[in-house]
Every structure is written in C-alpha cells, then in structure tokens.
C-alpha cells in the first residue's frame, strides 16, 4: 500500500503528458481530485495549448496560480515532450508564488496500472517502440515494476513473460505478436501520486533519454536551430 505520509506536490497540480496522442492535461486539488481534464487528439505543436487552455477555464484557476507542474518525461513522442518542456519552463516562470515540478514515466505509469488492474499476473513485461529492433521496457517482478530500460527485439522474442504493448508513437516496427495492446490513461495518475518513487522532484524539465538509459536535462539551448543559436 502506499505509504501516507509521503510528501505530496502543493496544489493545485497542473498534470500534462504529452508521450502520446491524445495529449491530455488535467488540474488536481489538495486531495488528489481532478478539478478538470482534458483530452486532444492531433498533432503536439497544435493541440498542447488548448488542451492546458481548455483546463484552465473549466476548473477556474488561472496558470498563474499553479503551484506544482508534473509532467510525463517519456519514452514517447519527442517532439511531444519537447513542447512541454519548453512551455511547463515558460509557464512556472510566471506563477504568482513558487512553483515545484515533478516528471514521472509514462512507462513505469501504465506499468503501475495494470499491475493495479491485473493484481493475479505478478510477473510481465510492457513494451513500447524506440527504433528499429528496440524496445523501451519496463518489467514487473514478482509485483515489483523496476525501472524503464530497453530490450532487443531478439531478447523480447524469447521472453517467457506476458507482454503488453503500448502504443505511444508511429512506429518503427510492429507490435510484438505475442503481445497484447493496452491503452494509456495519464487520468490514473490520481491513484499513484502516493507510490513512492513514482513523482521524481526535478529544479528543470528533464527528458528521459532512453539511448543511455538515464534522464537528459532538456534546455531551450540544446533544441534550438543553428540558425537561431
């Protein structure tokens, strides 16, 4: 069970994920409950500021009041996560008071989750697509979901385990065939909060860079054209 007196992030929360389509962005109160959520399908670059709008409107409290920003850090899509790097950047500068950000993995997310709906498979392997005979992975162990890493497409042939696959970009390669497709849901992220380790405090933005298997600070610097630097 989670442990209660964990810390958690002051609210209100604005929760943004961006791994995946569609993007979604929602607002949590002090007691983990969504004051408003929202759900767009599209491209990041067009849908990421009305999702945050359309939040913002419906739960009545302006970005300036946001006190804590947690964010999917990925795996994912790139450009997805990129965008709200830099706008979650933009954004905590103009809070009223000082705000707190906190990244979680959208892997080790919907790992979590079906370890909370599938309570009787105790061991299993979730997968989503990196590049070409690559996976990023996150395995549960005896009802433990260990950190994201990557796995061969060769290793993941002669796996024993139950496989999942996510779905979170256009792909490389198709899915595994012994899998079987789940679907993300960033909303559950109410039920996790509590999870020790699942919240990783972060000072900046940081990516999850799955070529080193460690966490990449993203800057604006890093990102932008040579012809702007």
């Keep these: 069970m989670p442990e209660p007196d964990l810390q958690m992030p002051h609210a209100p929360m604005l929760v943004i994920d961006t791994s995946c389509t569609p993007l979604f962005a929602g607002i949590l ?4 409950n ?8 599209g491209a990041a670059l067009e849908s990421l500021f009305p999702t ?8 009545g409290i302006p970005l300036e009041s946001i006190r804590s920003f947690l964010y999917a850090e990925g795996p994912g899509s790139v450009l997805g996560l990129r965008l709200c790097a830099m706008a979650i950047e933009t954004w905590s500068r103009l809070a009223s008071e000082p705000t707190s950000l ?5 892997l080790q997310l919907c790992a979590l989750t079906l370890q909370m709906d599938y309570p009787k498979i105790r061991d299993f392997l979730l997968v989503s697509d990196w590049k ?8 549960c162990n005896a009802g433990q979901v260990g ?15 139950p496989i999942f696959h996510l779905p979170q970009r ?18 559950r992220i109410s039920d996790l909060l509590r999870q020790p380790g699942f919240l990783r405090p972060t000072k900046s933005v940081e990516l999850y860079n799955t070529g080193v298997n460690t966490f990449q600070k993203w800057t604006a610097d890093r990102h932008r054209s040579p012809a702007n630097q």
């Design 147 to 161: 950190e994201t890493t990557a796995i061969s497409s060769d290793a993941l042939a002669t796996s024993a385990m």
């Design 132 to 139: 070409k005979n690559a996976w990023n992975a996150a395995q």
């Design 29 to 32: 109160d002090q007691d983990t």
């Design 102 to 106: 906190y990244a979680y993995n959208s």
């Design 34 to 41: 969504w004051l408003a959520t929202e759900q767009q399908d």
């Design 170 to 187: 256009k792909g490389w390669q198709a899915a595994p065939p012994q899998a079987q497709t789940v679907t993300y849901s960033p909303k």
């Design 52 to 59: 945050v709008e359309k939040v913002v409107q419906d739960s």
